[in-house]
């Protein structure tokens, strides 16, 4: 009896070294596609840069390491016309006392802060972008969060792809950078961890999959409350 349970133990361990050695010549192959893919794009003729006027939803919860310099960034865009609209479901969240802070250091900036009182769903997060989006003055719309730092190109190349008309949302890969002064960040090591399978699983279905980071979307106002308030 212990003679068979071995050999079964023995066989479903093969097959589950054969299975992943497939799965993973299966992402080497996608993966060459894809640079291929990249390198031809480039080598196109560049279309005339489009840059509509962005509407920047950002939803807040709570504070996160180095907030401040993360919504600072986006406050530094090398973009013609953009908005931000920060939402939080609780005044007295401390998220807040940062946007306020910001909208002192730049006054210029068109930014907006939502208290959204409504429990649209039970995803708070996509309730508070339902009441977030009626202040958007644009069609173009940005979702990310609050933890995400950019480059002041961010607006230029996220919104790029959708000067092609059969492109109707953006979004991109993140880099996972630890937390100065802190001897242990196992958010960022979970992230990671986590983060290694999806990237070869989205570079092997041709798609980078939406990770509630960062979307940029085109789509009209009412479309986008109607999906809003089914995701809630």
């Keep these: 009896m212990i003679h068979y349970a071995t050999r079964i133990i023995q066989l479903a361990a093969l097959i589950g070294a054969i299975s992943s050695a497939i799965y993973y010549l299966i992402c080497w192959w996608s993966a060459s596609v894809f640079l291929r893919r990249q390198?031809?794009?480039r080598s196109r003729p560049a279309l005339t840069e489009a840059t509509p006027p962005i509407s920047i939803l950002k939803p807040l919860k709570g504070t996160d390491p180095e907030i401040y310099e993360c919504l600072r960034s986006h406050c530094l865009?090398?973009?013609?016309?953009?908005e931000i609209i920060f939402g939080a479901s609780d005044p007295?969240?401390?998220?807040i006392a940062t946007v306020k802070r910001l909208q002192s250091e730049f006054p210029a900036n068109r930014i907006q802060l939502i208290v959204c009182p409504k429990i649209l769903g039970a995803n708070?997060?996509?309730?508070?972008?339902?009441?977030?989006?009626?202040f958007a003055r644009h069609d173009h719309l940005i979702v990310n969060d609050s933890d995400i730092r950019v480059e002041s190109?961010?607006?230029?190349?996220?919104i790029a792809p959708l000067a092609d008309p059969t492109v109707g949302m953006v979004t991109c890969l993140y880099r996972g950078v630890a937390a100065p002064r802190r001897p242990v960040n196992w958010k960022a090591a979970c992230a990671?961890?986590?983060g290694q399978p999806w990237l070869s699983a989205a570079v092997m279905c041709n798609s980078l999959a939406d990770l509630n980071r960062s979307q940029t979307i085109s789509l009209t106002t009412t479309s986008w409350v109607g999906a809003s308030r089914t995701l809630a």
């Excluded at 997060?125 to 989006?133: D, E, G, I, P, R």
């Design 124 to 134: 708070i997060k996509v309730s508070n972008l339902a009441q977030m989006l009626p």
């Design 192 to 194: 990671l961890d986590w």
């Design 77 to 82: 865009q090398d973009y013609p016309e953009y």
């Design 92 to 95: 007295n969240d401390p998220a």
């Design 39 to 41: 390198t031809a794009s």
């Design 153 to 158: 190109s961010y607006l230029r190349r996220v």
